[in-house]
């Protein structure tokens, strides 16, 4: 007897194959890709966090933290992504009861502060470019544009496919496809209100203060 | 924004400019670029004669498969290895020759025929290919191949996205080969020195081809591991717990998670270097507020896991081959889990072992020295769980197993010099000698020599015949040969004090070594006759050599050889109920051998599909105008390739369903066949017995 058997089976009344069709758990299957996926993209932002800590004093001689940060510019922003995130929990809330218009009018508010706050973003980074504070300067300057830019560009592609979704809702409906990427978006868009958190936290409050 | 650059630019040429003060005199490269337009021409003239193109197209490049796909992946493995093999061959016949002031020069050499900066090239491209291009994809393909059908699935959890990651690797390994000819590589090793990769010391286009291909690549494995991780967790057939899963799933797993993990810090300490490269940025450099350790720790955050990456797999084969040849389960199954979820894990706390000398604190130091030697537990406990799953067995020593032979016997030397590096004190000695060079070779030989009878083990699962016994082995002995007269004069020059990367041997007492190294070479290369010589006669010789049945080996004991060999592109016509750890070897011991079930069920297939290519076509054309800065080229791949991914979103006829009717059908044919072999044919697969299966080799398997 060389093989092992973790229980006891009767291999005279024995089921080789499995013929109950289980069908398939395809949005479980999906959304746990996606958990997978945001994990590696945590792993990005913890590489720039970490990168963060080395440049966050190496002004080079040029502008120091408290000369490009100011916390309360930043606050705006975050009022606007985290309420673009509840809104789309709200838009969650209307898919559980199954309302294909309480969907689009949550997706498409949420949209519109999306937007707000990337504006927002270019008109702050328009100006440090204008007093010179560009990532050229200093290490400082490099690790501030990007570690910011980074996530703006996430919040950029998460807007993309927020538009895309609500195409494809107003065409489809509640399709098997349709719901398991509205729920994968949702996991996308609160872990950018997440990082952003991290990003107010470790870059603006404790950079300018 | 934009820095400025050396040399030609032009808004629609971007820097291609620099290509008309290239001059292409090197013989050399007249050779490898001979080699790839013959090779090129030979295929092309094949598929037009053999009217193949529509099969080709059919069959493979639009295939979501995972056997194809990981077919593939293993091709585009091997072909690399063969590229990075010829490298290895350069860079051995260079330091035999130029040793001493009154070496000869030739080709514009003062000492060899390499000129420096062309042998820089030509060692970081060894190293870059070796470790990204050919150990990760034919890794990556032997997962793709054998997990699903291992615990029991149809396909991957995500068939497309696999089909993805095959064309951005392929991808990857395109701009490698483009770089070979277009323009120059990178010349500042495969770690990408800094700041010696920054813009004003590497002014050409090198190591942005090396930045890029790999970017690309890495993005093409981090899909994989999504995928394999899903598939693992949620694609297992009924009855596979994670207590039964078997050792090899579980590496890849382990394996995967890493390479989840890691493979994106990676990115970022690429994307840095890039943005330094690109718009001026001072991530890296040596004024500035730039930090040039900062890439150095940033890039073995990712390179110590990556090792781990590749090891964990090939951990995986000898855990499958071992017991097959020996007749018993594994020894110790559960601690060989445990083993390899804590390698996984302390794959993340060592990466500062690459650099001792940076000059960190003795207490910073110490904690990595232990760190490393903890890694020795877990591989200990490995290794004598294979030594122990041979104990008392009934051993046969078929290719694979004298390839899991050798790979055990490497892991040991390779372990036990590892652990002499993780003492400080002596890696400060060492550090970047050869003595270093010798060890890692001997730990990635390991993975090759693992990978080798991987590949021999299940070739009859995915193509339906064995491999030829008689040259593989003359294959094993001579490879064999070849890495102990190589690497045992490696060693021992590191120790007597010869660093790395060296165009050039000041001293003359060193040669003799150095001749043996390349004698060494010289058997590599016969062997690698051997290995072509033996696909050759494996393949002209398929129909004698087909196994009948399903299990190849006849000890066969997990759930892949519960099918055809090869098995029909839904793996299983009805999905396996599995009892036991060695599902395969449990069925056998109780005559339920039959793969017939009682009745057929529909079968839920994914569509082929030719977007994962298209997306590899405009990432190749994305790739190359980022690496010539052609902007608008790049600006217009870029959106092609996000509209081609919206546009896929609106698809909605991406599967169908293949009726019991038609699985009765082609089951009951794969079973004639094997049944019309019978007659003719001794039955050459042994235990299981002809009268199950043994379909002829498809077209496209």
């Known amino acids: ?209 | 924004m934009l820095v400025d650059l050396q040399g030609p630019w032009s808004p629609i040429f971007g820097r291609l400019g620099l290509l008309l003060d290239v001059h292409y005199n090197n013989p050399v490269i007249f050779f490898a670029f001979q080699l790839v337009v013959v090779g090129g021409a030979i295929a092309l003239f094949w598929l037009t004669c053999a009217n193949r193109w529509g099969w080709l197209w059919r069959e493979w490049l639009t295939t979501v498969d995972h056997k194809k796909i990981g077919v593939m992946y293993v091709l585009v493995g091997l072909v690399m290895l063969f590229r990075g093999f010829f490298d290895a061959l350069m860079i051995r016949t260079q330091q035999a020759i130029a040793v001493g002031p009154d070496s000869p020069g030739v080709l514009g050499a003062a000492h060899g025929y390499l000129p420096p900066y062309h042998f820089d090239q030509v060692f970081t491209a060894h190293g870059m290919i070796m470790i990204l291009l050919a150990v990760t994809p034919m890794l990556v393909g032997l997962m793709n191949i054998v997990v699903p059908i291992q615990i029991g699935a149809r396909d991957m959890a995500y068939p497309y996205l696999n089909a993805l990651g095959l064309w951005l690797t392929a991808v990857a390994a395109a701009l490698v080969m483009i770089a070979l000819f277009v323009g120059d590589f990178s010349h500042a090793g495969w770690v990408g020195l800094t700041p010696l990769t920054e813009l004003p010391y590497s002014p050409g286009v090198g190591v942005d081809y090396y930045i890029w291909s790999i970017q690309i690549g890495s993005i093409g494995t981090t899909l994989g591991a999504v995928n394999l991780i899903a598939t693992i967790i949620k694609m297992r057939a009924p009855g596979m717990t994670w207590g039964r899963l078997p050792i090899f799933s579980w590496t890849t797993l382990a394996s995967n998670i890493i390479a989840l993990t890691s493979f994106p810090v990676l990115g970022v300490a690429l994307a840095l270097l890039t943005f330094d490269r690109y718009i001026g940025t001072h991530f890296f450099t040596a004024d500035l507020g730039g930090n040039l350790m900062m890439y150095t720790n940033l890039f073995w955050i990712w390179g110590h896991p990556e090792v781990y990456f590749v090891v964990l797999p090939a951990f995986g084969f000898l855990s499958e081959i071992i017991p097959v040849f020996s007749e018993k389960p594994i020894f110790g199954y559960v601690t060989m889990v445990l083993a390899s979820m804590a390698i996984g894990l302390v794959s993340w706390t060592v990466w500062l072992h690459h650099f001792f000398t940076m000059g960190a604190s003795p207490g910073v130091n110490s904690y990595f020295s232990i760190a490393t030697m903890l890694v020795g537990i877990p591989t200990g406990v490995k290794v004598f769980n294979w030594a122990f799953t041979m104990y008392r067995g009934r051993l046969r020593f078929p290719t694979p197993m004298l390839w899991a032979m050798g790979s055990l016997f490497l892991l040991i030397t390779g372990g036990t010099t590892g652990m002499m590096l993780s003492v400080p004190a002596i890696n400060y000695l060492v550090h970047n000698s050869v003595f270093v060079i010798a060890h890692f070779h001997n730990m990635f030989l390991l993975i090759a020599y693992a990978t080798f009878g991987a590949v021999t083990f299940w070739w009859p699962k995915v193509f339906g015949f064995k491999l030829d016994e008689k040259l593989g082995k003359l294959f094993f002995w001579f490879f064999t040969a070849g890495t102990l007269f190589v690497f045992i004069p490696m060693y021992t020059l590191g120790f007597m004090g010869m660093t790395r990367r060296l165009d050039y041997v000041s001293h003359t007492s060193w040669q003799p070594l150095l001749l043996l190294e390349l004698f060494g070479i010289a058997l590599y290369s016969l062997s690698v006759v051997f290995f072509l010589a033996q696909l050759a006669v494996s393949i002209r010789d398929r129909e004698k050599n087909r196994v009948t049945g399903p299990d190849a080996w006849g000890t066969s004991r997990s759930l892949e050889w519960a099918t055809h060999c090869p098995p029909p592109f839904y793996n299983f016509a009805v999905t396996p109920v599995v009892h036991d750890r060695d599902e395969w070897a449990w069925r056998r011991e109780h005559g339920l051998i039959s793969l017939v079930p009682d009745r057929y069920l529909d079968v839920h297939m994914p569509k082929n599909t030719a977007v994962p290519l298209l997306i590899g076509a405009l990432s190749l054309f994305f790739g190359f105008a980022m690496i010539w800065r052609i902007w608008w080229l790049a600006g217009v791949s870029l959106l092609a390739i996000i509209v081609v991914i919206i546009i896929r979103s609106f698809d909605k006829d991406t599967d169908y369903i293949i009726p019991a009717a038609d699985i009765e059908r082609m089951e009951a044919e794969i079973l004639n066949r094997g049944a019309a072999d019978e007659t003719s044919d001794a039955p050459i697969g042994g235990g299981a017995g002809g009268a199950l299966a043994s379909p002829r080799k498809r077209d496209g398997d």
Not at chain 1, 61 to 72: M, R
Not at chain 1, 114 to 130: D, K, N
Not at chain 1, 150 to 177: D, E, K, Y
Request: aromatic content about 16%; some cysteine.
């Open chain 1, 1 to 209: 007897m060389s093989s092992h058997s973790v229980e006891n089976v009767d291999p005279s009344n024995v089921r080789l194959w499995d013929y109950d069709d289980h069908g398939h758990d395809f949005i479980g299957t999906r959304s746990i890709g996606f958990w997978l996926y945001m994990m590696s993209d945590a792993m990005i932002f913890a590489g720039l966090f970490a990168a963060h800590g080395v440049y966050v004093h190496n002004f080079a001689g040029g502008f120091t933290a408290k000369e490009v940060i100011h916390p309360l510019n930043a606050l705006w922003p975050t009022l606007f992504i985290l309420t673009s995130v509840l809104i789309y929990g709200f838009g969650m809330v209307a898919l559980k009861k199954g309302s294909r218009s309480g969907v689009i009018n949550a997706l498409l508010l949420s949209f519109i502060l999306g937007v707000g706050f990337l504006f927002m973003e270019w008109r702050e980074f328009s100006e440090l470019a204008a007093m010179g504070a560009v990532p050229q300067v200093s290490g400082f300057l490099s690790d501030f544009w990007v570690i910011v830019l980074t996530h703006a560009a996430h919040v950029f592609f998460g807007l993309l496919w927020m538009a895309v979704m609500i195409v494809q809702i107003a065409r489809n409906g509640f399709s098997q496809n349709n719901v398991y990427r509205l729920l994968n978006l949702k996991i996308f868009w609160h872990f950018q209100a997440v990082i952003w958190v991290c990003v107010f936290t470790f870059v603006y409050l404790m950079g300018g203060i």
